[in-house]
Protein backbone atom coordinates (compact mmCIF):
# COMPACT_ATOMS: atom_id res chain seq x y z
CA UNK A 1 0.00 0.00 0.00
CA UNK A 2 1.05 3.81 -1.07
CA UNK A 3 0.51 5.45 2.18
CA UNK A 4 -1.15 8.97 1.24
CA UNK A 5 -2.70 10.23 4.35
CA UNK A 6 -0.90 11.11 7.56
CA UNK A 7 -1.45 13.79 10.35
CA UNK A 8 -3.79 15.55 11.96
CA UNK A 9 -7.19 15.21 10.53
CA UNK A 10 -10.52 17.09 11.83
CA UNK A 11 -13.98 15.01 12.28
CA UNK A 12 -15.38 18.47 11.13
CA UNK A 13 -18.59 19.92 13.21
CA UNK A 14 -21.45 20.75 10.93
CA UNK A 15 -22.93 24.67 10.44
CA UNK A 16 -26.23 25.41 10.91
CA UNK A 17 -28.12 28.64 11.07
CA UNK A 18 -30.25 30.04 14.27
CA UNK A 19 -33.14 28.36 12.30
CA UNK A 20 -31.44 24.71 12.64
CA UNK A 21 -31.09 24.94 8.59
CA UNK A 22 -27.50 23.77 6.83
CA UNK A 23 -25.28 27.42 7.23
CA UNK A 24 -22.87 26.73 3.96
CA UNK A 25 -21.05 30.18 3.95
CA UNK A 26 -20.00 29.64 7.55
CA UNK A 27 -18.97 25.74 6.30
CA UNK A 28 -17.06 26.83 3.93
CA UNK A 29 -15.33 29.45 5.86
CA UNK A 30 -14.66 27.18 8.74
CA UNK A 31 -13.20 24.83 6.11
CA UNK A 32 -10.44 27.54 4.81
CA UNK A 33 -9.80 28.29 8.47
CA UNK A 34 -8.63 25.19 8.97
CA UNK A 35 -6.75 24.14 6.05
CA UNK A 36 -4.70 27.81 6.35
CA UNK A 37 -4.53 26.79 9.96
CA UNK A 38 -2.46 24.23 8.86
CA UNK A 39 -4.97 20.88 9.50
CA UNK A 40 -3.48 18.43 7.41
CA UNK A 41 -6.55 16.74 6.21
CA UNK A 42 -10.74 17.20 7.00
CA UNK A 43 -13.11 14.59 7.20
CA UNK A 44 -17.31 15.78 7.16
CA UNK A 45 -19.78 14.06 8.09
CA UNK A 46 -18.92 11.63 11.14
CA UNK A 47 -20.22 11.55 14.36
CA UNK A 48 -18.87 14.88 15.25
CA UNK A 49 -20.35 16.40 11.88
CA UNK A 50 -24.05 14.81 13.05
CA UNK A 51 -23.92 12.45 10.35
CA UNK A 52 -27.23 10.91 11.50
CA UNK A 53 -29.10 14.23 11.54
CA UNK A 54 -28.98 15.20 8.19
CA UNK A 55 -31.32 14.20 5.23
CA UNK A 56 -29.42 12.82 2.14
CA UNK A 57 -29.61 15.95 0.47
CA UNK A 58 -27.84 17.71 3.28
CA UNK A 59 -25.11 15.02 3.43
CA UNK A 60 -23.79 15.85 0.34
CA UNK A 61 -24.27 19.88 0.62
CA UNK A 62 -21.60 19.65 3.29
CA UNK A 63 -19.25 17.23 1.47
CA UNK A 64 -19.33 19.68 -1.71
CA UNK A 65 -19.29 22.15 0.69
CA UNK A 66 -16.27 20.95 2.14
CA UNK A 67 -14.42 19.58 -1.13
CA UNK A 68 -15.17 22.66 -2.90
CA UNK A 69 -14.02 25.17 0.19
CA UNK A 70 -10.34 22.90 0.56
CA UNK A 71 -9.70 22.90 -2.94
CA UNK A 72 -7.09 20.02 -2.74
CA UNK A 73 -5.25 22.09 -0.91
CA UNK A 74 -5.87 19.31 1.91
CA UNK A 75 -6.82 15.75 1.48
CA UNK A 76 -10.91 15.64 2.57
CA UNK A 77 -12.34 11.93 3.51
CA UNK A 78 -16.25 11.77 3.78
CA UNK A 79 -17.87 10.12 6.25
CA UNK A 80 -20.20 7.29 4.56
CA UNK A 81 -21.45 5.34 7.52
CA UNK A 82 -24.90 4.12 7.80
CA UNK A 83 -26.91 1.20 8.89
CA UNK A 84 -27.33 -0.82 5.39
CA UNK A 85 -24.44 -1.70 3.17
CA UNK A 86 -26.49 0.10 0.13
CA UNK A 87 -26.89 2.99 1.80
CA UNK A 88 -23.14 3.15 2.48
CA UNK A 89 -22.29 2.60 -0.97
CA UNK A 90 -24.48 5.17 -2.15
CA UNK A 91 -22.88 7.60 -0.12
CA UNK A 92 -19.36 6.15 -1.38
CA UNK A 93 -20.67 7.28 -5.05
CA UNK A 94 -21.72 10.18 -3.72
CA UNK A 95 -17.69 11.46 -2.17
CA UNK A 96 -16.68 9.97 -5.07
CA UNK A 97 -18.97 12.41 -7.52
CA UNK A 98 -17.62 15.09 -5.94
CA UNK A 99 -14.17 14.59 -5.60
CA UNK A 100 -13.74 13.29 -2.10
CA UNK A 101 -10.17 11.55 -1.70
CA UNK A 102 -11.49 8.86 1.10
CA UNK A 103 -14.54 7.54 2.70
CA UNK A 104 -14.21 6.93 6.73
CA UNK A 105 -16.83 4.29 7.36
CA UNK A 106 -18.45 3.14 10.71
CA UNK A 107 -19.45 -0.20 11.23
CA UNK A 108 -23.10 -0.88 11.53
CA UNK A 109 -24.46 0.76 14.74
CA UNK A 110 -27.67 -1.06 15.32
CA UNK A 111 -27.47 -4.89 14.06
CA UNK A 112 -24.35 -5.24 15.89
CA UNK A 113 -22.65 -7.61 13.20
CA UNK A 114 -20.74 -11.31 13.28
CA UNK A 115 -17.00 -10.94 12.37
CA UNK A 116 -17.90 -13.03 9.01
CA UNK A 117 -20.69 -9.90 8.38
CA UNK A 118 -18.34 -7.39 9.06
CA UNK A 119 -16.03 -8.96 6.15
CA UNK A 120 -18.77 -9.37 3.99
CA UNK A 121 -20.02 -5.46 4.64
CA UNK A 122 -16.72 -3.76 4.20
CA UNK A 123 -15.75 -5.91 1.25
CA UNK A 124 -19.02 -4.99 -0.42
CA UNK A 125 -18.53 -1.52 0.06
CA UNK A 126 -14.46 -1.56 -1.40
CA UNK A 127 -15.61 -3.36 -4.23
CA UNK A 128 -17.74 -0.95 -5.34
CA UNK A 129 -16.01 1.94 -4.98
CA UNK A 130 -11.98 3.54 -6.01
CA UNK A 131 -11.78 5.60 -2.76
CA UNK A 132 -9.16 4.31 0.27
CA UNK A 133 -11.91 3.17 3.13
CA UNK A 134 -11.17 4.16 6.47
CA UNK A 135 -12.51 2.21 8.97
CA UNK A 136 -13.94 3.91 12.12
CA UNK A 137 -13.80 1.74 15.44
CA UNK A 138 -16.24 3.54 18.13
CA UNK A 139 -17.22 0.48 19.96
CA UNK A 140 -19.11 3.33 22.61
CA UNK A 141 -21.69 4.79 19.82
CA UNK A 142 -21.04 1.98 17.30
CA UNK A 143 -22.37 -1.18 18.95
CA UNK A 144 -19.18 -3.21 17.77
CA UNK A 145 -15.63 -3.41 18.50
CA UNK A 146 -13.36 -3.50 15.43
CA UNK A 147 -10.82 -5.54 17.90
CA UNK A 148 -7.22 -6.03 16.60
CA UNK A 149 -8.17 -9.45 14.98
CA UNK A 150 -10.77 -8.33 13.43
CA UNK A 151 -9.16 -5.62 12.13
CA UNK A 152 -6.63 -7.73 10.85
CA UNK A 153 -8.90 -9.49 8.52
CA UNK A 154 -10.46 -6.36 6.95
CA UNK A 155 -6.79 -5.24 6.68
CA UNK A 156 -6.85 -7.72 3.67
CA UNK A 157 -9.34 -6.55 1.67
CA UNK A 158 -8.10 -4.31 -1.04
CA UNK A 159 -8.35 -0.40 -0.50
CA UNK A 160 -9.25 -1.22 3.26
CA UNK A 161 -5.77 1.00 4.06
CA UNK A 162 -6.87 2.98 7.20
CA UNK A 163 -8.38 3.07 10.85
CA UNK A 164 -9.65 5.39 12.89
CA UNK A 165 -9.15 3.49 16.54
CA UNK A 166 -11.24 5.49 18.74
CA UNK A 167 -10.67 3.60 22.26
CA UNK A 168 -9.00 4.77 25.16
CA UNK A 169 -6.91 1.70 24.82
CA UNK A 170 -3.70 2.42 22.98
CA UNK A 171 -2.28 -0.93 23.00
CA UNK A 172 -4.14 -1.19 20.10
CA UNK A 173 -2.20 1.12 17.56
CA UNK A 174 0.53 -1.23 18.75
CA UNK A 175 -1.44 -4.56 18.36
CA UNK A 176 -2.87 -3.26 14.61
CA UNK A 177 0.27 -2.40 13.54
CA UNK A 178 2.01 -5.93 14.84
CA UNK A 179 -1.24 -7.95 13.08
CA UNK A 180 -1.25 -5.63 9.82
CA UNK A 181 1.48 -4.39 9.55
CA UNK A 182 1.99 -1.91 6.19
CA UNK A 183 -1.14 -3.33 5.09
CA UNK A 184 -3.22 -0.64 7.62
CA UNK A 185 -2.04 3.05 8.32
CA UNK A 186 -3.64 3.39 11.86
CA UNK A 187 -4.63 6.80 13.33
CA UNK A 188 -5.64 7.39 16.79
CA UNK A 189 -9.16 8.85 17.68
CA UNK A 190 -9.52 10.02 21.22
CA UNK A 191 -6.10 9.45 22.21
CA UNK A 192 -3.86 11.22 19.94
CA UNK A 193 -0.39 12.03 21.65
CA UNK A 194 -0.31 8.59 23.16
CA UNK A 195 -1.47 7.22 19.61
CA UNK A 196 1.63 8.92 18.26
CA UNK A 197 4.53 6.98 20.63
CA UNK A 198 2.64 3.92 19.77
CA UNK A 199 3.60 4.07 16.28
CA UNK A 200 0.02 5.76 15.01
CA UNK A 201 0.83 7.87 11.58
CA UNK A 202 -2.41 10.09 12.30
CA UNK A 203 -4.91 11.35 14.16
CA UNK A 204 -8.63 11.86 13.59
CA UNK A 205 -9.66 14.25 16.28
CA UNK A 206 -12.09 16.07 17.64
CA UNK A 207 -10.47 19.06 19.48
CA UNK A 208 -8.95 20.06 16.33
CA UNK A 209 -11.99 21.99 15.37
CA UNK A 210 -11.13 24.46 18.12
CA UNK A 211 -7.12 24.12 17.78
CA UNK A 212 -5.88 22.88 14.23
CA UNK A 213 -2.30 24.34 14.69
CA UNK A 214 -1.81 23.12 17.61
CA UNK A 215 -3.43 20.15 16.97
CA UNK A 216 -1.46 19.39 13.82
CA UNK A 217 1.99 20.53 15.05
CA UNK A 218 1.41 18.26 18.08
CA UNK A 219 1.78 15.51 15.04
CA UNK A 220 5.06 17.13 13.12
CA UNK A 221 6.60 17.28 16.51
CA UNK A 222 5.66 13.97 17.82
CA UNK A 223 5.41 11.67 15.13
CA UNK A 224 7.71 13.30 12.65
CA UNK A 225 10.66 14.49 14.68
CA UNK A 226 9.85 12.29 17.21
CA UNK A 227 10.64 15.40 19.72
CA UNK A 228 8.54 13.87 22.69
CA UNK A 229 9.22 16.40 25.08
CA UNK A 230 7.67 19.25 22.80
CA UNK A 231 5.73 17.20 21.58
CA UNK A 232 4.51 16.42 25.55
CA UNK A 233 4.47 20.17 26.13
CA UNK A 234 2.13 20.99 23.06
CA UNK A 235 -0.27 18.21 24.56
CA UNK A 236 -0.58 19.73 28.07
CA UNK A 237 -1.53 22.89 26.07
CA UNK A 238 -4.56 21.72 24.12
CA UNK A 239 -5.18 19.13 27.14
CA UNK A 240 -8.20 20.57 28.46
CA UNK A 241 -9.50 21.37 25.00
CA UNK A 242 -8.90 17.46 24.49
CA UNK A 243 -10.75 16.71 27.64
CA UNK A 244 -13.92 19.61 26.99
CA UNK A 245 -14.89 17.81 23.80
CA UNK A 246 -13.60 14.08 24.62
CA UNK A 247 -16.94 13.26 26.47
CA UNK A 248 -21.13 13.46 25.43
CA UNK A 249 -21.02 16.95 24.37
CA UNK A 250 -18.61 16.58 22.08
CA UNK A 251 -20.73 18.31 19.47
CA UNK A 252 -22.43 20.66 21.56
CA UNK A 253 -19.34 21.74 23.49
CA UNK A 254 -17.12 22.35 20.01
CA UNK A 255 -19.80 24.19 18.72
CA UNK A 256 -19.87 26.32 21.95
CA UNK A 257 -16.03 26.97 21.79
CA UNK A 258 -16.73 27.54 17.84
CA UNK A 259 -19.11 30.41 18.47
CA UNK A 260 -16.94 32.59 21.14
CA UNK A 261 -14.10 32.24 18.32
CA UNK A 262 -16.15 34.02 15.35
CA UNK A 263 -17.77 30.89 13.80
CA UNK A 264 -21.53 30.64 14.74
CA UNK A 265 -22.01 26.91 14.34
CA UNK A 266 -25.65 26.97 15.82
CA UNK A 267 -27.03 24.83 17.75
CA UNK A 268 -26.52 20.78 17.31
CA UNK A 269 -30.09 19.03 16.31
CA UNK A 270 -32.21 17.47 18.17
CA UNK A 271 -31.74 14.95 19.95
CA UNK A 272 -29.11 16.63 21.04
CA UNK A 273 -29.40 20.09 23.59
CA UNK A 274 -27.50 22.75 23.31
CA UNK A 275 -24.62 23.06 25.75
CA UNK A 276 -26.19 23.75 28.92
CA UNK A 277 -25.50 27.40 30.51
CA UNK A 278 -23.66 26.23 33.33
CA UNK A 279 -21.22 24.43 30.85
CA UNK A 280 -20.07 27.60 29.56
CA UNK A 281 -17.56 28.33 31.68
CA UNK A 282 -15.46 25.62 31.06
CA UNK A 283 -15.28 25.86 27.69
CA UNK A 284 -13.68 29.56 28.49
CA UNK A 285 -11.48 28.14 30.64
CA UNK A 286 -10.50 25.18 28.15
CA UNK A 287 -9.92 28.25 26.05
CA UNK A 288 -7.77 30.15 28.28
CA UNK A 289 -5.65 26.96 29.16
CA UNK A 290 -4.61 27.13 25.29
CA UNK A 291 -3.90 30.82 25.18
CA UNK A 292 -6.96 30.94 22.35
CA UNK A 293 -8.20 34.74 22.06
CA UNK A 294 -12.02 34.80 22.15
CA UNK A 295 -14.85 37.34 22.16
Known amino acids: MTQRF????TVMVTAFDDDGALDLDTQARFTDWQV????HGL?????????LSLTAEERRAVAKSVIDATAGRVPVLVGAGAERTEDVIDNCHMAQELGADGVMIIPPFYSTPTE??????YSRIAAATDL??????????ANVDLTPPIVARLSEIPGVDYIKESTMDV???RDIIDLCGDRMTVFGGIMGFESFCEGADGWVAVGSNILPRLSADLFTVT??????????AIYRQILEVVRLVGGHRYVSASKAALTLMGFAMGDPRSPRLPLPAEDWAKVRAAL???GVAYG
Open 43 to 51: IPLGSTGEF
Open 288 to 290: DSA
Open 6 to 9: RGTY
Open 36 to 39: TEGI
Open 171 to 173: TRV
Open 223 to 232: ADRKDLDAGR
Open 132 to 141: PIMIYNNPAT
Open 116 to 121: DELVAH
